[in-house]
């Protein structure tokens, strides 16, 4: 059982940057992506980008693209989501999100088994 931990998160003024990081824990395991997912309050959650772990691939939304940077760690089984150039609709709680095999599309939240407990991110204008 894969088990996602995340940290970071916070309020920051428009402009302004954050870092998200998410550790996997739960023993021996082998991933096939690993990414962020973000849920605004009334909407449904929607992808922010992932890495799929075998080669490295980054793959972002276009809300994000160029503003934001996914990154891993192998020693850790970690990702780290760099965020710059926040703005007010970023405002969401960011949700953590693997899977151990190929399930389909990287973008769709349903293809992901193991979810983190998310953390608030609070832009203000």
């Known amino acids: 059982q894969v088990q996602l931990v995340e940290s970071g998160g916070g309020l920051v003024q428009a402009g302004g940057s954050l870092r998200l990081s998410c550790a996997a824990d739960?023993?021996?395991?082998?991933?096939?992506?690993m990414g962020w997912f973000r849920q605004a309050p009334g909407k449904e959650r929607e992808f922010v980008a992932t890495?799929?772990?075998?080669?490295?691939?980054?793959y972002y939304s276009d809300s994000t693209k160029g503003r934001f940077t996914i990154s891993r760690d192998l020693t850790k089984n970690a990702v780290l989501l760099q965020m710059n150039s926040l703005k007010r609709e970023d405002t969401a709680v960011y949700y953590c999100?693997?899977?151990?095999?190929?399930?389909?599309?990287?973008?769709?939240?349903?293809?992901?088994?193991?979810w983190g407990q998310g953390t608030q991110v609070t832009v203000s204008s």
């Open positions: 890495i799929g772990w075998s080669d490295g691939t980054l």
């Open positions: 739960g023993g021996s395991f082998i991933l096939d992506a």
């Open positions: 999100a693997a899977r151990q095999y190929y399930t389909g599309s990287y973008y769709s939240p349903g293809n992901y088994a193991y």
